[in-house]
């Protein structure tokens, strides 16, 4: 298996090791919520990620057309 360390040298892998090891940690440590949303309040974020994904492909589209 390639690890950091054989790419990029043993003090460089290690310290990316960690960093990712502590993302991983922090992640597995908020996997779960620990609070109950409403259904208004569920509602209301399914529409702004909409939202959002909608105005990402606005801009990609509009780098597009600028593009070419």
Request: without cysteine; positive net charge; proline residues 0%.
């Given at each position: 298996m390639v690890t950091f360390e054989t790419i990029l040298g043993h003090r460089i892998g290690g310290v990316?090791?960690?960093w990712?090891?502590?993302v991983n940690?922090?992640?597995r440590k908020y996997e779960t919520p620990r609070i109950r949303m409403s259904?208004?309040?569920t509602i209301a974020?399914?529409?702004?990620?909409?939202y959002?994904?909608?105005l990402v492909l606005l801009l990609g589209y509009k780098f597009w057309t600028l593009l070419t």
């Open positions: 990316l090791r960690r990712t090891e502590k940690e922090i992640n259904r208004g309040v974020l399914l529409f702004l990620r909409i959002l994904i909608l």
